[in-house]
Every structure is written in structure tokens, then in C-alpha cells.
């Protein structure tokens, strides 16, 4: 019994480390912002933003302040995810064919899913080097840190400019792509710069998948092989 | 590349696995991954035919956030010594994963809440509180059936609640013990 007493103040001052606060912040704000979603677009808009930008934040406070944890990653990374499914589901209400959505949503989920299981198996295999994979897109991706943010920010924000440009509650999703980007306005160029990154992230998280299924397979032919 | 010539074989006779009578971890990874999405878009599908939608989203929410913790949780627990934090003093936990039947029964109720929600409804926008509450009125065998999946719906919910603070435990008590050895 004094073993899990000595812990216990050690562990409340883990929950209480300054990026995990951020970390608490930003679930508060997507609340906030799913709570007002359909009644204010422009004040979820500004939330989720805002809460999108705090996730730089947190890392950096992890990191300027020694204060780098488990359970703070994994807040992190949590937070990602469920705030990109919710956006996702409350597109899917607003546009037509909802089933795009939809699967963008299982994509999302799968290959974040199966990339995670497959870290935590590469980890204990010495077959690191399948990420090494022949796929150029996945090379730049992985080796470019700047083009990857640029992917990730791009889908976000992609995300957001359909919520705020579309004015009824189901609205044919390709007719407002293509009428908002022959208008050739800024608003133009944002889309269509944010459409080029966001495609590049979908195309990674399906090869994501491909690499990540491999991985689980070869940590089994691996442990076979270990076998006396 | 000749290794990787020789593994290729292998690794596609584990794909072809049929239907996963030997256990391997694809197969597992594939099973969570399936169940995940196929509950994920049912709830999405849920909450465009119900008011309010932000019902929903919240289960959509609980259940990617609960499910992604615990597998977290596990993977760490596999490699510290602290695998005693399940042993939570929560007899609703204790009762669910002492008892598979009880575990499977809640596991049924939300899939099963689920699709009757969705077979019940007639508009495209319907009031949840009002549908439920006339369907359990009825006093029909669907009522009964409705009432058995929302207690075990209910239960489901609340384990995945406190999963979430076990799990965030784990995580927590893993970089102590990081810490705490030379």
C-alpha cells in the first residue's frame, strides 16, 4: 500500500504540467466551439482555430519547460483526433453526398489508428526500415517538416472555408467547390492551395495504412521466426 | 532486396489468412479498426436523422477518445510493472471485465440501441427525447427490447468514461516509473 501512496502526488503534478493544462484548454474550446457549431459558424470557426493553434503551443510549452509527457502526447494526439471527427460529421450534415464525409472520416480513423499500433510494434521489432518505403510522396513527407505542417494545416483549414462558405443547410458539395473557385478571388487561391495539401495528406494516410498493415504482419513473421 | 524477396511471400500468406483461424496481430488491428469506423459512421448517420446532433457527436467523441486511450494504456502497460491500475475499486469495473457474458451483453445493447434508433425512425429530423420515450410507452416487445439496450448502452458509456482516467493513469504512472528507474 505505500508503494501507491508514494506515487500519488507525483501523479497529480504530471496532470497538472503546463502543457497539459494547454492541453485541457483545448478540449474546453472545442466543446465550446461544437456547442455553437450550427448557431455561429464564424465563432466556431474562431475556436476551433484557435484551438488548432494551441497544439503548437502545448508542444513547445512541453519543451521550454521539461515538462514532455506520455499522457500529454497522447491528450494531444486524442484531442486531433476527435476535434477532426466532429468537424467532419457536422460536414457531412451540411453537404451532399454525405457519404464523403463519411469516408473521410474512416480514412482519418483507420490510418491514424493502424499508424499508431504499427509504432508501438516498430518499436519492439528491428524492422524500422519499412518506412523507408520506395514511395517519394511518403519520403517528402516524412523528411520535410515544413511541407508536411503545410498538408496537415491545409486540411483544417479546408475543412473550416467549406463550414463558412456554405450558406444552406444541404448544399451540393462539388457545385460549391467549383462556383467558389472559378470566382477567382483570394478565396480562390486559398481553396485551391488548401485542396493540393489536403489531397498529399489523404494520399499519405492511404500508403499510412499500406505501411502499417506490414508492419503488424511482419512483427508476427518476425516473432514465428524467433520462436526455438 | 533479396530479403525482402523472400518475406514477400510470407508476408502475403498472412494477408491471405482465412478467416484468421490463426490468430495474428494484423487480424486483431483489422478487427479494432473495422469496429471503430463501422460504430463511428452509424453514429455519424445517427446524428443527422436525430435532434440534437451534439448528442451524437458526444458518443462519436466518447468512443474514439475511450477506445484510443485504452489501446495507449495497453501498449504502455505491456511494458511497466503497473498493470495492478485495473484492479480499480470500481465494482461496475470490476463487474464488467470479471464477467464476459455481462461485457458482452453491453457491448450488444450499443450496437444493437443503435440500429433500432435508426430503423425507428420516420422523418429525417426527429426529436431523440420523444421518439424513445413514445417507443417505451408502447409497452411492445420493442419497447422491452429498446429498454434492455439502454441500460446496457448506459453501462458501456459509463465504463468508457472511466476507462478514460484509467488509461490516462497508465500514462501517467509510465513516465514515473521512466523516472523513477536508473
Same mark, same amino acid.
Given at each position: 500500500?505505500?508503494?501507491?501512496?508514494?506515487?500519488?502526488?507525483?501523479?497529480?503534478?504530471?496532470?497538472?504540467?503546463?502543457?497539459?493544462?494547454?492541453?485541457?484548454?483545448?478540449?474546453?474550446?472545442?466543446?465550446?466551439?461544437?456547442?455553437?457549431?450550427?448557431?455561429?459558424?464564424?465563432?466556431?470557426?474562431?475556436?476551433?482555430?484557435?484551438?488548432?493553434?494551441?497544439?503548437?503551443?502545448?508542444?513547445?510549452?512541453?519543451?521550454?519547460?521539461?515538462?514532455?509527457?506520455?499522457?500529454?502526447?497522447?491528450?494531444?494526439?486524442?484531442?486531433?483526433?476527435?476535434? $477532426?471527427?466532429? !468537424?467532419?460529421? *457536422?460536414?457531412?450534415?451540411?453537404?451532399?453526398?454525405?457519404?464523403?464525409?463519411?469516408? @473521410? /472520416? %474512416? #480514412?482519418?480513423?483507420?490510418?491514424?489508428?493502424?499508424?499508431?499500433?504499427?509504432?508501438?510494434?516498430?518499436?519492439?521489432?528491428?524492422?524500422?526500415?519499412?518506412?523507408?518505403?520506395?514511395?517519394?510522396?511518403?519520403?517528402?513527407?516524412?523528411?520535410?517538416?515544413?511541407?508536411?505542417?503545410?498538408?496537415?494545416?491545409?486540411?483544417?483549414?479546408?475543412?473550416?472555408?467549406?463550414?463558412?462558405?456554405?450558406?444552406?443547410? $444541404?448544399?451540393? !458539395?462539388?457545385? *460549391?467547390?467549383?462556383?467558389?473557385?472559378?470566382?477567382?478571388?483570394?478565396?480562390?487561391? @486559398? /481553396? %485551391? #492551395?488548401?485542396?493540393?495539401?489536403?489531397?498529399?495528406?489523404?494520399?499519405?494516410?492511404?500508403?499510412?495504412?499500406?505501411?502499417?498493415?506490414?508492419?503488424?504482419?511482419?512483427?508476427?513473421?518476425?516473432?514465428?521466426?524467433?520462436?526455438? | 532486396?533479396?530479403?525482402?524477396?523472400?518475406?514477400?511471400?510470407?508476408?502475403?500468406?498472412?494477408?491471405?489468412?482465412?478467416?484468421?483461424?490463426?490468430?495474428?496481430?494484423?487480424?486483431?488491428?483489422?478487427?479494432?479498426?473495422?469496429?471503430?469506423?463501422?460504430?463511428?459512421?452509424?453514429?455519424?448517420?445517427?446524428?443527422?436523422?436525430?435532434?440534437?446532433?451534439?448528442?451524437?457527436?458526444?458518443?462519436?467523441?466518447?468512443?474514439?477518445?475511450?477506445?484510443?486511450?485504452?489501446?495507449?494504456?495497453?501498449?504502455?502497460?505491456?511494458?511497466?510493472?503497473?498493470?495492478?491500475?485495473?484492479?480499480?475499486?470500481?465494482?461496475?469495473?470490476?463487474?464488467?471485465?470479471?464477467?464476459?457474458?455481462?461485457?458482452?451483453?453491453?457491448?450488444?445493447?450499443?450496437?444493437?440501441?443503435?440500429?433500432?434508433?435508426?430503423?425507428?425512425?420516420?422523418?429525417?429530423?426527429?426529436?431523440?427525447?420523444?421518439?424513445?420515450?413514445?417507443?417505451?410507452?408502447?409497452?411492445?416487445?420493442?419497447?422491452?427490447?429498446?429498454?434492455?439496450?439502454?441500460?446496457?448502452?448506459?453501462?458501456?458509456?459509463?465504463?468508457?468514461?472511466?476507462?478514460?482516467?484509467?488509461?490516462?493513469?497508465?500514462?501517467?504512472?509510465?513516465?514515473?516509473?521512466?523516472?523513477?528507474?536508473?
Amino acid at each position: 500500500m505505500t508503494k501507491k501512496e508514494r506515487p500519488r502526488p507525483e501523479k497529480l503534478s504530471v496532470y497538472l504540467y503546463i502543457p497539459n493544462i494547454v492541453g485541457y484548454m483545448r478540449v474546453l474550446l472545442n466543446c465550446v466551439a461544437f456547442a455553437v457549431c450550427f448557431s455561429n459558424k464564424t465563432l466556431f470557426s474562431l475556436l476551433y482555430f484557435f484551438s488548432f493553434c494551441c497544439d503548437a503551443v502545448d508542444g513547445w510549452c512541453a519543451r521550454r519547460f521539461n515538462q514532455v509527457s506520455t499522457f500529454g502526447a497522447v491528450l494531444d494526439m486524442v484531442t486531433d483526433r476527435v476535434s $477532426t471527427a466532429c !468537424l467532419l460529421v *457536422v460536414l457531412s450534415q451540411v453537404y451532399r453526398p454525405s457519404l464523403v464525409f463519411l469516408s @473521410l /472520416l %474512416a #480514412l482519418d480513423i483507420a490510418s491514424h489508428w493502424l499508424q499508431m499500433y504499427s509504432t508501438f510494434l516498430a518499436g519492439k521489432s528491428s524492422h524500422k526500415d519499412v518506412k523507408d518505403s520506395t514511395s517519394w510522396l511518403f519520403r517528402l513527407y516524412y523528411g520535410n517538416r515544413i511541407f508536411m505542417c503545410y498538408c496537415c494545416v491545409s486540411c483544417e483549414v479546408l475543412y473550416i472555408i467549406l463550414l463558412l462558405i456554405a450558406k444552406n443547410q $444541404t448544399e451540393n !458539395l462539388v457545385n *460549391v467547390v467549383v462556383s467558389t473557385l472559378t470566382q477567382i478571388s483570394p478565396l480562390s487561391l @486559398l /481553396l %485551391a #492551395l488548401t485542396i493540393f495539401g489536403w489531397s498529399m495528406k489523404q494520399t499519405v494516410n492511404i500508403i499510412q495504412m499500406k505501411t502499417a498493415a506490414d508492419v503488424c504482419v511482419l512483427y508476427d513473421i518476425e516473432k514465428q521466426q524467433k520462436k526455438p | 532486396m533479396m530479403a525482402s524477396n523472400k518475406q514477400r511471400p510470407a508476408k502475403l500468406s498472412v494477408y491471405l489468412y482465412i478467416p484468421n483461424i490463426v490468430v495474428s496481430t494484423f487480424g486483431a488491428v483489422l478487427d479494432m479498426v473495422t469496429d471503430r469506423v463501422s460504430t463511428a459512421c452509424l453514429l455519424v448517420i445517427l446524428s443527422q436523422i436525430y435532434r440534437p446532433s451534439l448528442v451524437f457527436l458526444s458518443l462519436l467523441a466518447l468512443d474514439i477518445a475511450s477506445h484510443w486511450l485504452q489501446m495507449y494504456s495497453t501498449f504502455l502497460s505491456g511494458k511497466t510493472s503497473h498493470k495492478d491500475v485495473k484492479d480499480s475499486t470500481s465494482w461496475l469495473f470490476r463487474l464488467y471485465y470479471g464477467n464476459r457474458m455481462f461485457m458482452g451483453y453491453c457491448c450488444v445493447s450499443c450496437e444493437i440501441l443503435y440500429i433500432i434508433l435508426f430503423l425507428i425512425s420516420k422523418n429525417h429530423t426527429e426529436n431523440l427525447m420523444s421518439v424513445v420515450v413514445e417507443s417505451l410507452t408502447q409497452f411492445s416487445p420493442l419497447s422491452l427490447l429498446l429498454a434492455l439496450s439502454i441500460f446496457g448502452w448506459s453501462i458501456k458509456q459509463i465504463i468508457n468514461v472511466i476507462q478514460m482516467k484509467t488509461a490516462a493513469d497508465v500514462c501517467v504512472l509510465y513516465d514515473i516509473d521512466k523516472q523513477h528507474k536508473p
